[in-house]
């Protein structure tokens, strides 16, 4: 057998493998014994057929997995061995040839030794927090966005259209055939023709005049056009939203509009200290891997690129798009998408890397309180119970993820409390959070939205 040995980088050994003829020839020979032994044959017992007999029954694609799962293992098992590398994951083998009648058999075997941690001094980062206000405006917008959803559409009878009404309108091109085609539209935001035509007109009202269609319009015939057209109004309606009054109020659990006013503020104010703590974190967790060394095995994080991928691309498939037209849609090429997950997987890795470590080095432990804050934690932002989620990582043969959130947590708190972090004012083009849930609704009201 010939071993050559190449050290792609300080955690990850490929080992090129050469086996000798002896080694084929004797993994054959197991895997034909194994074969005999999984065969009926008629006029023998299992185990007891010669080989040629053996040969002509049994599935020859059968014998060729089972002679190399035999070489690789016996083989791989010495290189191993012989070049004092102990694996720290499973093996990635390539094999790239098996002949039986020559008895040849190459392949590659890339080795994952064990993490390299190098932690720089991690009581010492230092971090900016952004200072964000809730605004007022930004309250009342969200007051209004809460009546919109309880807003309903009514016929208007006793006034033309007005900005912001939904119109059903027809259009008649003078000289085609038919009786013209018929849009839903919203006054003030079609093209500027028909919306000229559209503002004061009630229903059944007729008007003629040129309208020049943009390029974009939906109906292609007509796109990037001019021409006569008779337009008239099927129908009008109009949003109304409910009072804002305490009767409004209440639909939310509060007493009044003041009271929604502030618990509004209280769950925007909660957003953005939650998205200025993930700010901060990533700043500290930035820092830290800048002042240290940290290698690992390219199988790890390869792994975890080659997951996201696959649910990418299923989550693509359910929706009816291609790998390509996701990409395009996010500015990239499938390779440039491709790469950013690679990226992405191996900085995911080395930070996971160096959580573990600090959390050994400081001699941490999980709590039950602890576990069951990260359960809550997570029930929250998947939206179920903690029953129910915790049923479902039971289930998925997944609780090491939730030790592993709840390490991360500990870890971070340690991290944020021997930090250096300073204020900042937050930049205009991020001073808006993410918006928050609404206010608990009461149950009554809750099942009427």
């Given at each position: 057998?010939?071993?050559?040995?190449?050290d792609?980088?300080?955690?990850?050994?490929?080992?090129?493998?050469?086996?000798?003829?002896?080694?084929?020839k004797?993994?054959?020979?197991?895997?034909?014994?194994?074969?005999?032994?999984?065969?009926k044959?008629?006029?023998?017992?299992?185990?007891?057929?010669?080989?040629?007999?053996?040969e002509?029954?049994?599935d020859?694609?059968?014998?060729?997995?089972?002679?190399?799962?035999?070489?690789?293992?016996?083989?791989?098992?010495?290189?191993?061995?012989?070049e004092?590398?102990?694996?720290?994951?499973?093996?990635?083998?390539?094999?790239?040839?098996?002949?039986?009648?020559?008895?040849?058999?190459?392949?590659?075997?890339?080795?994952g030794?064990?993490?390299?941690?190098?932690?720089?001094?991690?009581?010492?980062?230092?971090a900016?927090?952004?200072v964000?206000?809730?605004?007022?405006?930004?309250?009342?917008?969200?007051?209004?966005?809460?009546?919109?959803?309880?807003?309903?559409?009514?016929?208007?009878?006793?006034?033309?259209?007005?900005?912001?009404?939904?119109?059903?309108?027809?259009?008649?091109?003078?000289?085609?055939?038919?009786?013209?085609?018929?849009?839903?539209?919203?006054?003030?935001?079609?093209?500027?023709?028909?919306?000229?035509?559209?503002?004061?007109?009630?229903?059944?009202?007729?008007?003629?005049?040129?309208?020049?269609f943009?390029?974009?319009?939906?109906?292609?015939?007509?796109?990037?056009?001019?021409?006569?057209?008779?337009v008239t109004?099927r129908?009008?309606?109009?949003?109304?939203?409910?009072?804002?009054?305490?009767?409004?109020?209440?639909?939310?659990?509060?007493?009044?509009?003041?009271?929604?006013r502030?618990?509004?503020?209280?769950?925007?104010?909660?957003?953005?200290?939650?998205?200025?703590?993930?700010?901060?974190?990533?700043?500290?967790?930035?820092?830290?891997?800048?002042?240290?060394?940290?290698?690992?095995?390219?199988?790890?994080?390869e792994q975890?690129?080659?997951?996201?991928?696959?649910?990418v691309?299923?989550e693509?498939?359910?929706?009816?798009?291609?790998?390509?037209?996701?990409?395009?849609?996010?500015?990239?090429?499938?390779?440039?998408f491709?790469?950013?997950?690679?990226?992405?997987a191996?900085?995911?890795?080395?930070?996971?890397?160096?959580?573990?470590?600090?959390?050994?080095?400081?001699?941490?432990k999980?709590?039950?309180?602890?576990?069951?804050?990260?359960?809550?934690?997570?029930?929250?932002?998947?939206?179920?119970?903690?029953?129910?989620?915790?049923?479902?990582?039971?289930?998925?043969?997944?609780?090491?993820?939730?030790?592993?959130?709840?390490?991360?947590?500990?870890?971070?708190?340690?991290?944020?409390?021997?930090?250096?972090?300073?204020?900042?004012?937050?930049?205009?083009a991020?001073?808006?959070?993410?918006k928050?849930?609404?206010?608990?609704?009461?149950?009554?009201?809750?099942?009427?939205?």
């Amino acid at each position: 057998m010939t071993v050559t040995r190449e050290d792609l980088n300080p955690c990850t050994v490929k080992l090129n493998v050469v086996c000798s003829v002896e080694q084929v020839k004797e993994g054959f020979d197991r895997a034909y014994k194994e074969a005999s032994k999984r065969v009926k044959i008629p006029g023998f017992r299992p185990g007891t057929a010669p080989r040629a007999v053996v040969e002509k029954n049994v599935d020859i694609e059968w014998v060729h997995e089972a002679a190399a799962d035999q070489i690789v293992r016996s083989t791989l098992k010495k290189a191993l061995k012989d070049e004092s590398i102990e694996p720290f994951v499973t093996p990635q083998v390539s094999l790239e040839k098996l002949e039986k009648d020559t008895s040849e058999c190459v392949y590659t075997a890339q080795i994952g030794l064990r993490p390299v941690v190098e932690l720089g001094d991690y009581r010492a980062l230092q971090a900016q927090r952004p200072v964000q206000v809730t605004t007022d405006e930004e309250v009342e917008q969200y007051v209004d966005e809460l009546r919109q959803k309880k807003s309903t559409r009514e016929a208007v009878t006793d006034r033309g259209v007005a900005e912001g009404d939904v119109a059903v309108v027809n259009i008649k091109v003078d000289g085609e055939e038919g009786d013209g085609r018929t849009f839903m539209t919203i006054a003030g935001k079609t093209f500027e023709g028909l919306d000229h035509m559209l503002l004061g007109m009630r229903a059944e009202d007729m008007k003629s005049a040129d309208l020049e269609f943009p390029e974009s319009f939906q109906e292609k015939d007509w796109a990037g056009k001019k021409f006569h057209c008779q337009v008239t109004v099927r129908s009008v309606s109009a949003v109304k939203m409910p009072s804002l009054d305490d009767n409004f109020a209440q639909e939310y659990g509060q007493m009044n509009i003041d009271e929604l006013r502030g618990r509004i503020r209280e769950l925007f104010d909660r957003a953005k200290n939650e998205q200025a703590q993930q700010l901060v974190n990533e700043q500290l967790m930035d820092n830290l891997l800048s002042v240290s060394k940290i290698h690992v095995p390219d199988s790890m994080w390869e792994q975890v690129a080659q997951q996201r991928l696959e649910d990418v691309f299923k989550e693509q498939k359910e929706a009816g798009k291609t790998m390509e037209q996701f990409a395009t849609e996010n500015g990239m090429t499938v390779e440039q998408f491709v790469d950013a997950v690679r990226r992405e997987a191996k900085l995911y890795v080395e930070r996971a890397q160096a959580i573990q470590t600090i959390f050994v080095t400081e001699k941490m432990k999980l709590t039950n309180d602890d576990v069951k804050a990260e359960l809550l934690s997570m029930s929250a932002e998947f939206r179920t119970t903690p029953d129910e989620l915790l049923t479902l990582l039971k289930k998925n043969d997944a609780m090491q993820e939730l030790t592993h959130r709840a390490i991360n947590t500990r870890v971070m708190d340690f991290l944020n409390s021997h930090a250096t972090i300073s204020s900042e004012a937050a930049p205009a083009a991020a001073a808006t959070a993410p918006k928050p849930k609404a206010p608990a609704k009461k149950k009554a009201a809750k099942k009427a939205e």
